[in-house]
């Protein structure tokens, strides 16, 4: 008896120690309830291979980009890294005003900190360095995009929003540059995959609002597009004293006091630049001052230029998209109209609002069926005629100009006497000291607005081009005041020939800028310089 007990203990406990097989539920319910089994967890889940191929496009997108835009991607980012690592450079007004923030050209600082530490830091690699890491994170953010629609829908409108972001004409145009408009695009889809778009979250909630918190600190003008989004958050959520307590608080007041430190240690002393930027650009509206446009240029200029021949699928996709994401077109819709009410408007300040429209772009494109393949096909040709026009040869003229004094730079070891330039140009329109690495005298015409309430204000740039002869006649009375080089449009150049002549300038270089030349902004870009440097050689 005994040993037949002893022999039914042993099987069991030898059918106990098998793995015991559960059978795999196939229910529709049961997936999307467990959406994170099969897709991944986290921010880009198991996107490897996606990853590698949207960084190294955006690594092409980056090298095909040799244009400039504006004038920002230089002047309030770049050079402003090289004067934090290298101790010279050009500070524009807003910088004296303190109404930038330093925390996003601290980025590249750090880079430029670390070539010149390997002692590596080239001219080349200071001007590709950042613009390679700007295309790295916008890379993360169009996996990130295609993470997001996968999770709300299914994979095959995420790969059609991906395909729709990757195909955008002006997301190839801006993505890779170093304007905070990029930052704060490439941030918005990292706040819309953390942003709970259903029921009450209080717990998951701190990451997307320290991301909108970075986004706020990198550009105080992001808050904009987020409102609406953070105020739909508070009002579904049922504890709301917890959210706005434990969450919304303590994480802005972390984000604002990092910026408060960093803006403390580089200016020298305590300075709110959020509140500053604010007051300017929106309650003084002193940005007018750099160009105003009618109240309605962003619905029937802006929004329709960087959309390009996305748009008749965005509206498309906007009558197909779920209740439930509806939220995020009332966001773009939002920061449409609430940046209609500031005078001064450019293309750039809508940009972060394209990620989201991709969205319903994807919505679109999945739902076609006899038109998709024509349709795939026109978005792809299109937006590439605009991608390789706008990024290769459209203003191109001012960074050519660049590498011409590069050479320079690298010829005054052998000189007796080093080079000097004054651009007579639109005050900055061309890089600086970022793109020359080297301290030679270099001049522009300057503009900064008047703060001081003075009704007859002119800046320099405008009493420049009002009486050219005249003023330079004036400003270079003394011969031995004369730069050896003046860089200028060739709309210039008849105006000011009997100066040329008189004083020995030759051209020396021309560079293509543009077939679509206006006002004080010609075809092309000319280098002149003085006959006496030359015969002193």
Not at 27 to 42: D, H, R, V
Not at 510 to 527: K, L
């Amino acid at each position: 008896m005994d040993k037949l007990r002893n022999s039914v203990f042993r099987a069991r406990r030898s059918v106990a120690s098998e793995p015991v097989g559960l059978r795999k539920r196939k229910s529709t319910l049961y997936a999307k309830a467990c959406p994170n089994m099969e897709q991944g967890a986290g921010l880009l889940g198991q996107n490897t291979y996606l990853i590698m191929f949207s960084v190294a496009l955006r690594s092409v997108n980056c090298f095909l980009v040799q244009t400039s835009f504006v004038p920002d991607e230089y002047w309030q980012s770049l050079e402003v890294a090289h004067s934090m690592v290298f101790k010279y450079g050009y500070l524009t007004w807003e910088w004296k005003e303190q109404l930038r923030g330093y925390t996003y050209p601290l980025i590249f600082a750090c880079f430029y900190k670390f070539l010149q530490i390997l002692k590596k830091d080239t001219v080349q690699l200071l001007i590709w360095v950042p613009r390679l890491v700007q295309s790295f994170l916008a890379g993360l953010a169009d996996v990130t995009l295609y993470s997001i629609v996968k999770k709300q829908a299914n994979a095959e409108i995420a790969k059609w929003a991906y395909f729709s972001q990757l195909c955008s004409w002006f997301t190839w145009y801006c993505s890779t540059r170093t304007i905070t408009n990029s930052m704060e695009a490439v941030l918005t889809s990292f706040i819309l995959f953390y942003y709970p778009l259903q029921g009450p979250k209080t717990g998951s909630s701190s990451k997307y609002v320290a991301v909108t918190a970075l986004a706020f600190v990198v550009r105080p003008t992001a808050v904009i597009l987020w409102l609406p989004l953070l105020f739909s958050h508070f009002w579904r959520e049922a504890k709301k004293l917890d959210l706005l307590l434990h969450r919304f608080l303590p994480v802005g007041c972390l984000a604002f006091g990092i910026s408060l430190i960093v803006d403390r240690i580089f200016y020298g002393e305590w300075v709110i630049v959020q509140w500053n930027f604010l007051r300017f650009n929106v309650i003084q509206n002193m940005g007018s001052f750099y160009g105003s446009h009618s109240w309605y240029w962003y619905f029937t200029q802006g929004f329709p230029v960087i959309m390009g021949t996305h748009l008749p699928f965005f509206f498309h996709g906007c009558l197909l998209a779920p209740k439930k994401i509806r939220i995020f077109l009332m966001a773009v819709l939002w920061t449409l109209i609430a940046y209609s009410f500031l005078s001064h408007k450019e293309f750039r300040f809508i940009y972060p609002t394209l990620p989201i429209c991709m969205v319903f772009c994807g919505y679109s494109l999945a739902n076609l069926k006899t038109w998709k393949r024509p349709a795939v096909s026109f978005l792809f040709l299109s937006n590439m005629c605009l991608v390789l026009y706008t990024g290769l040869i459209h203003q191109r003229g001012t960074l050519d100009v660049m590498q011409y004094i590069q050479k320079l730079c690298k010829g005054t070891l052998l000189e007796k006497d080093e080079p000097s330039l004054f651009f007579l140009m639109p005050c900055h329109s061309t890089p600086f000291y970022s793109y020359v690495h080297c301290p030679i005298k270099m001049h522009f015409l300057e503009c900064p607005p008047d703060l001081s309430g003075n009704t007859t204000y002119v800046d320099e740039a405008d009493l420049f081009f009002k009486e050219p002869l005249t003023w330079l006649n004036t400003r270079f009375a003394a011969q031995a005041s004369l730069p050896t080089h003046l860089v200028f449009y060739n709309v210039l150049e008849k105006n000011i020939e009997p100066f040329l002549r008189t004083k020995n300038y030759v051209k020396v270089a021309t560079f293509f800028h543009t077939h679509v030349p206006e006002n004080r902004i010609g075809s092309h870009i000319h280098v002149f310089e003085r006959k006496q440097k030359i015969q002193n050689l």
